[in-house]
C-alpha cells in the first residue's frame, strides 16, 4: 500500500464515520477499486478506528471525563449500599442511557458477526445500504421536532438509537446517520441527538478494536511501511475531527437531507457497476 493510497482511506475513514454517508462502504469500495485485499490491510484498517476514536475524544473530552468521573461514583455508591442511583445527576443518566444503547449493538455484533462481513463482499449489498443511508437522511428532518433533553432520557430511548447502531453494521449503512435518525426519531433535542449518536460509537468502535486486535496485529503492517500506516491513522483522525465539528452544525441548521442526493448517487452507481461489471 503506497503513501496515497493510505492518505485516501485515511480520509475516507475520518469523514465518512462521522459524516453520513458510511464509512464501512468507501473503505470497501476503495479496497475493491484500488485493488486491495481486505485481509492484508487488517492492521491498518483497525488503527484507523482507534484514529477516528480519538477524534471523538478530543471533540467531547469534557463530557468523557465527566462521565469517568460519575463512573467512579456509581462504584462507590454501589459499595455503599446507596445502589446506582440513576437520576443522581444528568451525567449519570446519560452514561446509563450510553450502555443501553450498547447492548443491542453488542448482541447484533456477536451473533450477526458472519453475516455482515459477508456482506461486505458484495458491492450489490453495499449499494443497498447506501441507497437506505440516504433514504434515513431524507426521512431524518421530518423527525427532528422533540425536545428531549438528557433529564427526560429513558432506556426505551437510548434502545432505539442502539438498535439504530445495530443496522449500522451493514456495509453501505451510516453508523452516525442511522444513529442521528434514531435520536431524532426518539424525540431528542438535536443537539443531543448528535452528542448522543457520537458518545454511544465509542464503546462499538472500541469493542470491535478488541475483537479486530488479536488478528490484526497478529498479522502486522503488511503490504504497507509503518510511516504510511501511521500517516493514514494521522490523517483519519484529523479528518474525523473536522467532520464531527461539521456535523453538528449540520444537524442544528437541518440540512441532513443534502446527504441524501449523494448516498443515492453513490449507491446506484454501485449496484449499476456491480450488473454490469
Known amino acids: 500500500m503506497t503513501f496515497f493510497e493510505s492518505v485516501i482511506l485515511g480520509l475516507a ?19 475493491h477499486f484500488f485493488g486491495i485485499d481486505e485481509d492484508r490491510v487488517l492492521f491498518f484498517a483497525t488503527l484507523l478506528h482507534l484514529g477516528t476514536l480519538f477524534s471523538i475524544f478530543f471533540v467531547y473530552h469534557k463530557d468523557i471525563g465527566a462521565l469517568l468521573r460519575e463512573l467512579g461514583a456509581v462504584f462507590a455508591d454501589l459499595f455503599a449500599g446507596r445502589g446506582p442511583r440513576l437520576n443522581a445527576n444528568e451525567t449519570r443518566r446519560l452514561g446509563f442511557m450510553i450502555l ?7 448482541i447484533a455484533g456477536l451473533l450477526l458477526h458472519d453475516l455482515f462481513s459477508g456482506l461486505y463482499g458484495s458491492l450489490v449489498a ?34 432505539l438509537v442502539g438498535v439504530m447502531q445495530s443496522v449500522a453494521l451493514c ?10 435518525t434514531g435520536g431524532l426519531a426518539s424525540g431528542m433535542r438535536r443537539e443531543l441527538a448528535v452528542r448522543f449518536a457520537f458518545l454511544i460509537s465509542i464503546p462499538s468502535v472500541l469493542g470491535a478494536i478488541l475483537l479486530e486486535a488479536p488478528g490484526a ?3 502486522g503492517p503488511e503490504g504497507a511501511s509503518l510511516p504510511a500506516v501511521g500517516v493514514g491513522v494521522l490523517v483519519s483522525m484529523l479528518s474525523g475531527f473536522f467532520a464531527i465539528k461539521a456535523m453538528i452544525r449540520v444537524v442544528s441548521i437541518g440540512r441532513l437531507r443534502y446527504f441524501s442526493f449523494y448516498t443515492w448517487a453513490l449507491g446506484a452507481a454501485v449496484i449499476v457497476y456491480a450488473l454490469l461489471r
Open 217 to 219: 496485529f497478529g498479522a
Open 171 to 180: 456495509p453501505g449503512i451510516s453508523r452516525s446517520g442511522a444513529t442521528i
Open 13 to 31: 475513514q475520518g469523514l465518512s464515520e462521522f459524516l453520513p454517508i458510511s464509512s464501512s462502504g468507501h473503505l470497501a469500495l476503495l479496497e
Open 100 to 106: 443501553a444503547a450498547t447492548v443491542p449493538t453488542a
Open 126 to 159: 453495499i449499494g443497498v445500504g447506501l441507497l437506505i443511508t440516504g433514504s434515513m437522511m431524507f426521512v431524518s428532518e421530518r423527525m427532528a421536532r422533540g425536545d428531549l433533553d438528557v433529564s427526560g432520557l429513558g432506556f426505551r430511548h437510548a434502545f
